[in-house]
C-alpha cells in the first residue's frame, strides 16, 4: 500500500485528506519487467549486463577468491551451416543447461553474448566441462571450450581485463578443438 497525505483547508478548518492506494499490481509488473531486463530469451540465465553486475558486486565486496571461466561453444558455425539455426540455437541451450546443472549454489552462470558465457565457481572447474555429450544425443561431437583466471582479494585487475585473460586462455583450449575435424 502507498498512502499520500495532504493538509488541506475545509469548510474553514484544517483538515487532513489520506489516500491509499494498492501497488501490489505495480510491484509485480516492476519483478516481471526486472525478470526480462536480467534474463537471456534463449537460455534463461542471466543476461551480460545481469552477469556483468553481480560480478562487480562481488569485486566490491572483495572478500572472496573465485574462478572466472570463459566458456565458449566449438564447432557451432559448422552446426548452423549444416543443419540451420535452430539447431544451433538447441546447441546453446543443451550447453547452457549441462553447465547450468553442475553448478552448485556457489556458481553462477551468464550467457556473454552467442555461444560464450561465463561462469564463476569459488573454485577451478573440473575439465568435465570440455565435452557436454558423452552420450552422443546428437549425430555431432558437443564440447565446448574454456579459460579460467583465479580471482584473489586485493587484486587490481579489472573485471574487463579479468574477462579478457579467461578469453585468451580459452582461444588456447580452441586452437587445440579445431585440429579436430567437423564430423
Known amino acids: 500500500m502507498m498512502l499520500n497525505f495532504e493538509q488541506l483547508s475545509y469548510n ?3 483538515a487532513l ?3 491509499m492506494t494498492d501497488v501490489t499490481s505495480f510491484k509485480r509488473i516492476e519483478k516481471e519487467l526486472q ?3 536480467s534474463r537471456d530469451v534463449l537460455t534463461g540465465l542471466f543476461n551480460r549486463r545481469a552477469g556483468i553486475q553481480f560480478i562487480e558486486d562481488l569485486l566490491q565486496q572483495g572478500k572472496h577468491p573465485f574462478c572466472l571461466c570463459f566458456v565458449d561453444a566449438n ?3 559448422h552446426v548452423k551451416d549444416k543443419f540451420g539455426h535452430n539447431e544451433g540455437d538447441q546447441i546453446i541451450q543443451l550447453i547452457a ?15 556473454h553474448g552467442g555461444d560464450e558465457f561465463i561462469i564463476l565457481l569459488p573454485k577451478k572447474p573440473q575439465d568435465k566441462l570440455t565435452y557436454l555429450d558423452g552420450d552422443k544425443i546428437k549425430r555431432y561431437p558437443i564440447a565446448a571450450s574454456f579459460g579460467t583466471h583465479d580471482y584473489a582479494p586485493g ?4 573485471l574487463s581485463e579479468m574477462i579478457d585473460i579467461a578469453d585468451q586462455e580459452m582461444y ?3 586452437q587445440q578443438h579445431k585440429e579436430a575435424p567437423f564430423q
Open 12 to 14: 474553514k478548518k484544517d
Open 17 to 19: 485528506l489520506i489516500s
Open 75 to 77: 564447432n557451432l558455425k
Open 155 to 158: 587484486s587490481t585487475l579489472t
Open 97 to 111: 543447461s549441462t553447465i547450468a546443472s553442475t553448478l552448485t549454489g556457489d556458481g553462477c552462470l551468464f550467457r
Open 35 to 37: 525478470e526480462h531486463a
Open 172 to 174: 588456447k583450449s580452441k
